[in-house]
């Protein structure tokens, strides 16, 4: 217990820290008032803070279970092929149902020496294959029914840039990670760790509750005042100066001056107005649907980056460390950018 101790004693510094930015916040930033920070910082934080909390306990009651393994028998094929074993495959089974327990089952296997930090990284970067899917119900059918064809060749060419990109990984891992020395098979050690999994799967409340208060704690200290100060720098604009200024470099010859209402709707407003603006012009015939298509994936490189910076930052830098969590998301956002180019492009010359 004594561990927990300062953990909880730097989160206590953490959130005052935090409250004092949210009050400068309120003082010197004009869109900024006590209404705004309750609205927009306080009960979103709050809910994020709930989801990542259900995200760990889930991840904890699945390794004191035993269940992991059975998890990742669903993919064992395909990371046996990248050499990364049956525990990052348990983490993409899960990623279908919470990338927060993903992630935290893939940072206590890192920290715990049963996985490499190149492991990590790469099934990370995996697992944005069933994160795809994770989200695709929400958007899918107000897509399709807005734009029709164009949605769906849309949504066609998206899950073949996810697609692409997890086959190269894998492909990557098969002739350059380095296989576990049997830590990941029915080896003597992994016996006996079967045996302590029993024992943990005969009172799942003792595991929650030696190691749930004090992760939850490390990683609300990063969460909570990152959290606020992503939303006091968008109160103050710099993530619509950053999309103006991607904006004025967008290439009209890849994308119609028609089109870039589309474009720029994507990013600068909610995500389906720029799907609305896309369904008007196609209804009018003011651009054609490989205009459309084209201008939505556009709309999809510039906007994406920059809302997964605002929004997943501090979950990344808390679950994994500030420095891991940021390497993450850069390298996963870039690889998914280079990917969504590359099927555009070939969109672009074969339509």
Not at 149 to 155: P, Q
Not at 191 to 198: A, T
Not at 236 to 260: I, S, T, W
């Amino acid at each position: 217990m004594q561990k927990q101790k300062p953990k909880y004693k730097r989160l206590a510094v953490s959130i005052a820290v935090s409250m004092l930015m949210a009050a400068a916040g309120t003082l010197f930033i004009d869109a900024m008032d006590m209404e705004t920070v309750t609205d927009r910082i306080v009960l979103p934080l709050a809910r994020l803070c709930v989801f990542i909390g259900l995200g760990l306990a889930a991840a904890q009651v699945l390794e004191a279970k035993g269940w992991t393994r059975r998890l990742g028998f669903l993919a064992r094929p395909m990371f046996s092929y990248a050499n990364l074993g049956d525990r990052c495959s348990a983490t993409f089974s899960a990623a279908f149902f919470s990338g927060v327990s993903a992630n935290a089952m893939l940072v206590d296997y890192h920290r715990e020496g049963k996985i490499t930090k190149q492991q990590m990284f790469l099934t990370n970067f995996i697992n944005q294959f069933p994160a795809f899917f994770l989200h695709l119900p929400t958007t899918f059918f107000v897509v399709v029914s807005i734009t029709k064809t164009a949605g769906l060749i849309y949504f066609g060419l998206t899950f073949a840039a996810v697609a692409l990109r997890t086959i190269l990984f894998v492909i990557y891992g098969r002739f350059f990670v380095r296989r576990q020395p049997e830590g990941e098979k029915a080896s003597p050690d992994s016996r006996q760790e079967n045996g302590r999994q029993q024992q943990k799967t005969n009172n799942v409340l003792d595991a929650l509750k030696a190691r749930l208060p004090n992760r939850y704690a490390g990683i609300l200290f990063y969460v909570v005042p990152i959290y606020v100060g992503i939303s006091l720098l968008t109160a103050m604009g710099a993530f619509d100066y950053l999309r103006d200024a991607m904006a004025g470099r967008l290439a009209v010859e890849f994308v119609p001056v028609e089109a870039l209402s589309v474009v720029i709707l994507s990013f600068v407003a909610e995500f389906t107005s720029g799907f609305a603006a896309a369904g008007a012009l196609l209804d009018q015939g003011v651009i054609t649907v490989k205009e459309t298509v084209l201008a939505l994936i556009a709309g999809n490189i510039l906007a994406f980056p920059v809302r997964a910076l605002r929004h997943q930052i501090p979950r990344y830098m808390g679950i994994f460390s500030p420095k891991t969590g940021l390497q993450l998301l850069l390298l996963g956002q870039l690889f998914r950018v280079v990917s969504l180019i590359i099927v555009a492009v070939i969109y672009y010359a074969v339509a």
